[in-house]
């Protein structure tokens, strides 16, 4: 659990600005491409944190979904020996346009089995995207994110603002949010019938 969220939520702007930065520059050497690997994992493993630790959120966010595009297997799935030629087992030529839940694409990279740079014709940028696929979801498909998904993802979270929380006990007793939200919350009122 996540006791003070802002520390998080400044990090994921953090590192959406590195990547935008890398991203955008004229020579890329293994050293970014490690950089950017690692931004873009703690990126993903801080808004699943988010997520994972309740009141943090807002509902609102919450709900956001991010654009990618599916690649469906036409080989054999990617193992340990050839995952690095994925190209050959998936159709990259076609994707299918799909929606995922933030905690979904968070866990396609979280769990990458194959994680790759996509790279556009021209130099400039010199990454316009990444594929991803974990162990589960490599059997079936491959997907790819845009960087400039990613990063409206990384600061749709990081600056997202819980306003007002509502809570209750459930039956255990224990205290839980029911609602997060941006906006403040109208108190319900008693009416004769909830008297």
């Not at 799935?77 to 995922?100: A, C, I, Q, S």
């Not at 749709?156 to 949010?177: F, I, N, P, T, W």
């Amino acid at each position: 659990m996540i006791g003070d969220s802002v520390p998080w939520k400044e990090e994921l702007l953090r590192v959406a600005g590195s990547i935008e930065r890398r991203a955008n520059q004229q020579r890329w050497t293994d050293r970014t491409g490690f950089l950017v690997e690692r931004d873009v994992m703690a990126g993903s493993f801080a808004v699943r944190k988010l997520l994972d630790t309740p009141g943090k959120i807002s509902d609102e966010t919450r709900r956001e979904t991010v654009s990618v595009l599916s690649h469906r297997l036409v080989g054999q799935p990617p193992d340990l020996y050839n995952r690095f030629e994925f190209w050959t087992m998936f159709d990259v030529e076609h994707g299918t346009k799909e929606e995922l839940s933030l905690r979904e694409s968070c866990n396609r990279i979280i769990h990458s089995f194959v994680f790759s740079f996509s790279a556009p014709e021209e130099n400039v940028p010199l990454l316009d995207g990444i594929y991803v696929a974990s162990d589960r979801s490599s059997r079936k498909s491959l997907t790819y994110i845009r960087v400039d998904e990613l990063l409206r993802v990384f600061r749709k979270v990081g600056d997202d603002d819980v306003v007002s929380l509502a809570m209750r006990r459930d039956a255990d007793g224990r205290m839980q949010v029911i609602r997060a939200s941006q906006s403040n919350i109208e108190p319900r009122r008693s009416t004769p019938e909830t008297r």
